[in-house]
């Protein structure tokens, strides 16, 4: 796998309004070689993402922002050993295994 790459998704419930409620949701696990990402809602409104890959491992935990019908869109992208998420296009968190 390469020292550099990018991964999108959407995540989506059912229920409507999971984005919004006091629910807790697990949304599985993605694995593609040596890229893995779980998604988890929490009740308290924020998403975790536990992510490993060829630029470490690294867990992020934010609050949802405003969503769509379409749910939320998450996106990776990772050069070397740093890793940027974004949620609906936004910046949201940068870390690299300097910091962890």
Request: glycine share 6%; charged share 25%; net charge negative.
């Amino acid at each position: 796998m390469s020292n550099e790459g990018t991964v999108a998704f959407w995540l989506k419930h059912e229920h409507d309004d999971w984005a919004t409620n006091d629910n807790s949701y697990n949304f599985g696990r993605f694995q593609k070689d040596e890229l893995s990402i779980s998604a988890l809602k929490h009740p308290d409104r924020t998403i975790e993402l536990e992510t490993s890959g060829p630029f470490g491992q690294f867990n992020f935990r934010h609050p949802i922002p405003e969503c769509d019908e379409r749910g939320l869109f998450v996106a990776i992208t990772w050069r070397d050993s740093e890793i940027t998420l974004y949620f609906n296009g936004q910046l949201v968190d940068t870390a690299s295994d300097s910091l962890v």
